[in-house]
């Protein structure tokens, strides 16, 4: 009789919160704002997307287990997808990003 035994390790995945505020260095764009999409991507998986507000305001939240380099796109409202930053992890679960854009 044989007895096969294993331990199996699960990584822990916990949700990472995003939220901001975006302004435009051109202020005629500001007017632009409202609907201008925030995209999360890893590769080619979609891990979030996100409307800003009047204001500015945008909230993201995703699970990044699996995943190692994050980049983040806006569009939408006449403006062409553009990449607006590549990162490498998340030191913190709650994470403020202001974007100038």
């Not at 975006?22 to 991507?41: C, D, H, M, R, Y």
């Amino acid at each position: 009789m044989v007895v096969v035994s294993a331990v199996v390790y699960v990584k822990a995945t916990y949700p990472v919160y995003i939220s901001g505020h975006v302004q435009f260095v051109n202020k005629t764009n500001q007017s632009k704002i409202k609907g201008l999409e925030i995209l999360a991507k890893s590769g080619d998986h979609h891990l979030a997307q996100t409307q800003v507000d009047s204001l500015g305001n945008y909230q993201l939240t995703f699970i990044p287990d699996g995943y190692n380099v994050f980049d983040f796109y806006y569009f939408g409202n006449g403006f062409d997808t553009t990449l607006i930053k590549s990162v490498k992890g998340f030191d913190d679960q709650l994470v403020e990003w202001n974007l100038t854009l």
